[in-house]
């Protein structure tokens, strides 16, 4: 098989390139190691920056977003008690950011993909990359255990921080920064209406916490935790109860709890490559980076390495 860009991974990076590629008249394959249920299951980011919006208007899969995400001009800042709300909107002249869940956005993509008849590979396995300091870069994988060759002029690693693209490269091409944090974010799910209009980001002596959503019926919390914590030791109530103790008054009245469709905890660690770039291989998103998820930041991250590749 031959292709101008084979993209590794089927995440929002390898997903919103292969959109914008294909609205570019650029053909592109999509290997991705698991199943599109497998890539759907995964819980995680919620809030597209603006920048993140206007690619995925560009990219023509902003339809649902529209109609069915939540715009918010600012957030509150809760720091000694005390709510300060941050007016972004006015701030920036303008922009603003769309509560959106990232499952929502890949099955859009995921949607688009296949109307348009793109070709994606869900578990290609035992993925490898070969000959991208060359002009002619391959790129070999299983496919229901037949070997399979895939020729192409670039390969855009998309394949998240465990992928294989970034670990292709030699290791004296490459730079690695990394700072892990003493301490995770407990995020529980729930489909409970959320606390407030807006997110509340709150600072407390008992540790950060994080009020989120992801519709008007489904909310995601955050409770800062020690490393050392087991997700086993937080039912349900104790994690309410303790979000209580690190929220105000109006905040608690507020505050309608429910039984927890996920939880989990996941530590946080900066971690930066450099370059994105060797030869005809080009890293992006999570492949090249992790920052902590506060806003979906990796999420917006990825989205803008994508808009400059
Ligand atoms: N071969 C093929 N696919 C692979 C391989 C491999 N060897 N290794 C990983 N993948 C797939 C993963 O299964 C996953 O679907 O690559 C995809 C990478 O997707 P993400 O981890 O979501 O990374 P990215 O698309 O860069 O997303 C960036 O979105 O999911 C969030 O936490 C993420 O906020 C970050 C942002």
Same mark, same amino acid.
Request: charged share 35%; glycine share 0%; hydrophobic share 45%.
């Given at each position: 098989m031959r292709t101008q860009v084979a993209i590794i991974g089927a995440g929002p990076s390898g997903l919103i390139l292969g959109q914008l590629l294909h609205r570019a008249g650029i053909d592109a394959v999509v290997l991705e190691a698991q199943t599109a249920d497998y890539v759907l299951g995964r819980i995680r980011a919620g809030v597209l920056e603006q920048v993140a919006v206007d690619l995925l208007d560009e990219a023509g899969v902003g339809t649902r977003m529209h109609a069915e995400g939540l715009p918010h001009k600012g957030f509150d800042i809760l720091i000694g008690g005390r709510r300060h709300h941050i007016d972004l909107y006015g701030l920036t002249g303008g922009s603003q950011v769309m509560v959106y869940g990232q499952t929502e956005l890949t099955k859009d993509l995921m949607q688009a993909r296949a109307a348009a008849g793109l070709t994606t590979v869900y578990e290609a396995k035992e993925v490898s990359i070969h000959d991208f300091d060359g002009e002619r870069p391959r790129v070999r994988y299983l496919k229901d255990g037949v070997r399979q060759e895939l020729e192409c002029d670039f390969i855009a690693g998309c394949d998240g921080f465990h992928g294989v693209c970034r670990a292709s490269v030699p290791k004296n091409a490459i730079s690695n920064f990394e700072r892990v944090y003493p301490f995770g974010w407990l995020g529980l799910l729930s489909d409970t209406p959320p606390v407030s209009e807006e997110l509340i980001y709150a600072k407390h002596e008992r540790g950060f916490a994080l009020c989120s959503m992801r519709s008007h019926t489904r909310s995601r919390y955050y409770l800062q935790v020690p490393? =050392?914590?087991?997700?086993?030791?937080? =039912?349900d109530e104790r994690f309410w109860e303790e979000l209580r103790l690190r929220l105000d008054p109006k905040a608690n009245a507020d505050l309608v709890t429910g039984p927890s469709i996920e939880k989990s905890i996941a530590p946080l660690r900066s971690f930066v490559a450099e370059p994105m770039r060797f030869g005809r291989l080009f890293l992006a998103g999570d492949a090249a980076h992790i920052v902590p998820p506060t806003g979906a930041k990796g999420l917006n991250l990825a989205a803008s390495d994508v808009r400059y590749l």
């Open positions: 490393l =050392s914590e087991k997700v086993e030791a937080w =039912s």
